[in-house]
């Protein structure tokens, strides 16, 4: 039922920390289950896709490997809903951090975020991986969900847990400073087969200094209760726009690839937007419409970037579109918002 979609809780995080670094978030206005309504309810679901978005706009304004990681610093224990107690809260912190990737749909995409446990009676290993999107935004939802793991385990043991081993499998960047002092090891290997984290065994089986036995159990009440009343707030058409943006970001908005993200045939996909009173060539069109006028207001990038960016052969080509959508030329637009380059 929640597959495709995220919990309103992470949302308004992600969606806090684009404001923090600076952006102005009137260009997610138009996305519908971004609305203040939406982002008020505790039970809404947000599109993936639409999260998306917002990690995008998160790694331009804020680039580099530790963007992913280094968030979490303003995420403390409540930001996440009852996802946070359920990982906070049993005996031990295996068990609680078991419970809490059982209970993985309360926050993420259960379609999308992929957990697995390793024992091996000395260590005990998280893996992580997420989507094929931007290389950048899965690098950056990669770090943060291993953040995650860490600033819950150590909240839950009230502890500065050192994690033994921390691997990604995204390249090594040309400093990565912030993330040794974040997870407190120089043990990180880039280029490694998997994401994951890796804890001594002697910290997941310690007690938990505020254990309360038999919370975990209406915490997971609580959990299954939430999941089904759950409401996701985008119709198709609302989805499949998000999921058209998110992909023209990527610069991959081919129909082939729209249509894998919302699990049918290129042929479905096309039937689908007939029947609701469109084709893909005009929803291709009103969104490079509504990119070309946001770069050209709120940019002073070079027209030919912009024609590079939108999808257009060159900068004749265009011209030629903003006349015949606005009835006037680019430069009579920017000049009139002050970006006349």
Known sequence: ????????????????????????????????????????????????????????????????????????????????????????????????????????????????????????????????????????????????????????????????????????????????????EFFGTRNIDFDAPFNSITFLDDDVRAPLPKAQPGLEKILMRHADLTLARSKVVLRWHDRFRATLIAAFHEDNASLEHVAQRLAMSPRTLQRRLGEHGTNWREEIEAIRQEHTMELLRTTDLPLQSIAVRVGYSDVRALRRAVRRWEGQPPHALRQATGHSR
């Not at 309103?8 to 995080?13: G, P």
């Not at 997610?28 to 609305?35: C, K």
């Not at 005996?91 to 078991?98: D, F, G, P, V």
């Not at 446990?117 to 899965?138: C, L, M, N, S, Y």
Request: aromatic share 6%; with cysteine; hydrophobic share 40%.
């Open 1 to 180: 039922m929640n597959e495709g979609t995220i919990s309103v809780h992470l949302a308004r995080f992600i969606l806090d920390s684009v404001r923090r670094s600076g952006t102005s978030l009137g260009r997610f206005a138009r996305l519908p289950d971004l609305d203040p309504e939406v982002l008020r309810d505790d039970l809404s679901r947000v599109s993936t896709p639409t999260a998306l978005v917002l990690w995008e706009q998160l790694t331009l304004t804020e680039p580099g490997s530790a963007i992913g990681a280094l968030i979490t610093s303003h995420a403390p224990i409540g930001t996440f809903g009852l996802w946070d107690y359920l990982v906070t809260t049993g005996e031990n912190l295996i068990e609680t951090l078991k419970r809490a990737i059982a209970y993985l749909e309360c926050i993420g995409d259960p379609a999308r975020e992929k957990i697995q446990t390793i024992e091996d009676g000395k260590h005990f290993t998280i893996r992580h991986g997420t989507g094929t999107w931007a290389p950048d935004v899965v690098e950056a939802i990669d770090f943060f969900a291993l953040a995650m793991f860490l600033t819950r385990a150590r909240a839950a043991t009230r502890r500065p847990i050192v994690p033994l081993r921390v691997t990604v499998s995204h390249r090594p960047p040309h400093e990565h400073r912030q993330l040794v």
